[in-house]
């Protein structure tokens, strides 16, 4: 007993206590998962066993196949008013083997079908129940299921077999040719094999009901950064266009790389080294607007940035990555208005190539194919006017959301 429990090392964290039930140094999350119960207490883990009167509600085990064994111990409401008296407990001990991957989490409960319980194994990162195998929670056996052998034969009747017989002093016995000696009676065929049928389900209440009656979703990707997203962002800077004196003194100025900006994002990112960093390209389409007003009169500036770029995403733990971008830029139909006592024929700039880096974060779901970004960035470039140019740099912040695929 105590050589089993010198790998368990306990992790105290601040939403909930968490054991190591593995032996030597902390590995890294890719090598890790993580198990948890709901209406059961976890009693051993492979030849693990837990320790009793620590209270962890949470386990990390290695990734791979492993034999979890628990007993009931379920004070869900459900059975409040109940003959088990709102509780349900249990003596003998349940194992299940399952396989475990890295950077998942699990969840272990009970199902019941009367006063039968078994134990189901939920994969919350995909929010799916997943297959397991019921074995001894004494000596676990988590190997393969040996191929089912093939039916046996069944007997053919022999007719008209004589047995030679033999007289008391040795003499020839009696001719029995021709004679009905019967028939040899075959054994008795087997009924035929009807195959079982789960008819247990869960409890229905609202936090165990996972998608009954219908398939559960396509899991969400490995890897994000291929798919398309929608951005809206912020920028200020570059060369003063128009100045706005108001009535009360202020004055408002619009500059050439001001606006709000509306984008469309295509990525696609199929270069991954491990789960560590990824390397991808996309390209976008956006409208971008600025203006000052007063009472009496405003101006506006509006354009259309078409962007390509390359991008890189090294993880940080899985769900959140670090996203690098860095592109070329061209403001399309970049355009100066004016209305009032503002009012000037349209100014039509000439577009110029430019180049623009982001530097942001993007958080994808464990559930979902839906991520957020948040980004900051630089452009550097110019428009052209006459022959002259005018400096349209800017420093911006956008925020996104992308569905990955």
């Known amino acids: 007993m105590n050589a089993r429990r010198v790998g368990i090392l306990l992790v105290i964290g601040t939403a909930a206590c968490t054991a190591r039930l593995y032996p030597g140094p ?36 290695l990734a791979g196949m492993h034999a979890v064994s628990v007993r009931l111990n379920d004070n869900h409401p459900v059975f409040a008013g109940s003959a088990a008296g709102g509780h349900r407990v249990s003596d003998a001990a349940l194992a299940v083997c399952f396989l475990a991957r890295g950077k998942h989490v699990y969840l272990l409960r009970p199902l019941y079908a009367g006063a039968v319980w078994r134990v189901e194994v939920v994969d919350e990162n995909v929010t799916g129940v997943i297959a397991t195998k019921s074995t001894s929670a004494v000596s676990p056996d988590c ?23 033999s007289a008391p002093d040795g003499g020839a016995g009696p001719d029995i040719a021709g004679a009905d000696v019967g028939t040899v009676a075959s054994a008795p065929a087997a009924p035929p094999v009807r195959p079982a049928r789960d008819t247990e389900v869960p409890r229905a209440y609202p936090k165990r009901s996972l998608y009954a009656g219908a398939a559960p979703p396509r899991p969400p990707p490995q890897h994000p950064g291929t798919g398309i997203g929608f951005e809206l962002g912020l920028a200020f800077g ?16 619009l500059h050439a790389g001001d606006g709000v900006l509306v984008a469309v994002v295509g990525d696609f990112t199929p270069f991954w080294i491990g789960d560590a960093v990824g390397f991808g390209l996309g390209a976008s389409v ?7 007003s007063a009472s009496n009169g405003s101006a506006s500036l509006s354009r259309l940035p078409l962007s390509a770029f390359v991008q890189i995403l090294p ?72 022959g002259d140019s005018v400096d349209a740099s800017s420093i911006g912040f956008n925020v996104g959301v992308y569905y990955s695929n």
Request: hydrophobic letters at 40%; a negative charge.
């Open 143 to 165: 190997s393969p299921e040996p191929p089912p052998a093939p039916p046996n034969p069944t007997p053919v009747a022999a007719r008209d077999q004589v047995v030679p017989g």
């Open 315 to 386: 993880s940080i733990d899985g769900l959140w990555f670090l996203l690098l971008r860095g592109g070329l830029t061209e403001d399309g139909g970049a355009t100066l208005s004016g209305s009032g006592v503002a009012f000037i024929p349209d100014v039509k700039f000439d577009s110029k190539l430019g180049g623009f880096a982001d530097l942001g974060a993007y958080r994808a779901s464990a559930s979902s194919h839906v991520g957020v970004l948040f980004l900051a960035r630089y452009t550097h470039e110019k428009l052209g006017l006459a």
């Open 238 to 253: 570059g060369d003063e266009l128009v100045r706005a004196e108001l009535s009360n003194g202020e004055t408002q100025t």
């Open 26 to 61: 902390t590995r890294p999350d890719v090598e890790v998962a993580t198990i948890e119960t709901d209406g059961m207490t976890i009693v051993a883990v492979d030849e693990q066993v837990a320790q009793p009167g620590l209270g962890p509600s949470r386990y990390e085990i």
């Open 286 to 292: 956006a409208w971008k607007y600025a203006d000052v």
